[in-house]
């Protein structure tokens, strides 16, 4: 079975400054990647996925960007973080028939 | 948004079992039902998928109607670990996960 790794587990940033979470799969070969975003108390909303190295899809308008530089490699950013952006990041892998595993997230605070 | 209706939240005697339905009324043919469940500060864990016919597995059972348009997820010996949110979703590339039901195992 796969095993999704991502760092770091918690981060507090300043508004303003960059961002760079990093998610990377093991177990697995060629799979679709996720970002998730979970606000506190809220359900997750998707954020991006990818169905191969350089192929992005973002579903929602917002200051952050992926990308993906080797098959198992998956990286949330961003220029300049907003308040908003503070929340669970969470990166998934597909396995099969699209059952996605998850990773055990990010912890954001943005200040 | 979510094509699954929940409900919010269901308390269950721990050892008992929790039945939690789901509501999935514009189903496509192709389409896969799967429950997943978050415990508290940690990513969704999956449970179980079904299409048509009933499924179980080392934690839970699934019953799909025939007309396809609710199902119910059974964990047959609930304990307190169980505890957590359950999210009904309707397969694809892209999963829309809703607000899912709370359940509380009580003991």
């Known amino acids: 079975s796969q095993t999704i790794h991502q760092w770091p587990a918690t981060l507090v940033q300043p508004v303003g400054s960059p961002l760079s979470l990093e998610c990377t799969v093991e177990?697995?070969?060629?799979?679709?990647l996720y970002w998730y975003r979970q606000a506190a108390g809220r359900g997750l909303q998707l954020l991006f996925y990818?169905?191969?190295?350089?192929?992005i899809s973002s579903e929602v308008p917002q200051n952050l960007s992926a990308s993906r530089p080797q098959d198992r490699q998956f990286i949330l950013s961003s220029k300049k973080l907003l308040l908003s952006d503070s929340g669970f990041y969470l990166c998934a892998s597909t396995e099969g028939r699209e059952t996605q595993y998850f990773g055990p997230g990010t912890r954001l605070l943005v200040l | 948004d979510a094509k699954t209706t929940q409900p919010p939240s269901m308390d269950c005697a721990e050892g008992r079992a929790a039945n939690l339905p789901c509501n999935h009324s514009?189903?496509?043919?192709?389409?896969?039902v799967y429950w997943y469940r978050q415990i508290h500060s940690q990513g969704p864990q999956y449970i179980i998928h079904g299409l048509k016919n009933n499924e179980t597995n080392e934690m839970a059972s699934l019953i799909i109607t025939e007309d396809r348009k609710s199902s119910t997820l059974i964990l047959p010996h609930a304990t307190l670990r169980d505890t957590a949110v359950y999210y009904c979703?309707?397969?694809?590339?892209?999963?829309?996960f809703g607000a899912g039901t709370i359940l509380r195992v009580k003991s």
């Open positions: 979703i309707l397969g694809g590339n892209k999963l829309v």
């Open positions: 177990g697995t070969s060629n799979p679709n």
């Open positions: 990818s169905v191969g190295i350089g192929q």
């Open positions: 514009t189903i496509s043919g192709n389409e896969y």
